[in-house]
């Protein structure tokens, strides 16, 4: 499975939300570090995802998991970013 933009054997054709999330289709340097990384924050953002839809609506367990997946975004993005940092 490749995606047709990029060519990358990384992506599958539907992707998971913590997939979505990181944008793990973006990786225009080709960098294998950034796509092993965007993986790797996919996962977790998959496991907050599932936490978050399973849990009783309006519980704090909803609102933890979502604000945590809004910093493993964040993170996802300052990793890349350290990944690809050109002196």
């Known amino acids: ?4 933009t990029l060519g990358s054997p990384h992506i599958p054709d539907t992707l998971t939300f913590g997939q979505k999330a ?9 960098d294998e570090r950034v796509d092993e990384c965007k993986h790797a924050f996919a996962d977790i ?14 519980s704090e367990a909803v609102r933890l998991a979502s604000v945590a997946i809004t910093q493993a975004q964040q993170a996802q993005m300052w990793a890349v970013k350290a990944l690809t940092w050109k002196d």
């Not at 990181?22 to 080709?30: D, E, L, Y």
């Not at 953002?45 to 309006?58: F, Q």
Request: charged share 15%; net charge negative.
């Open 45 to 58: 953002i998959d496991a907050l995802h599932v936490l978050r839809v399973t849990s009783p609506g309006g």
């Open 1 to 4: 499975m490749t995606d047709d």
């Open 22 to 30: 990181v944008g793990v289709s973006f990786n225009p340097s080709g």
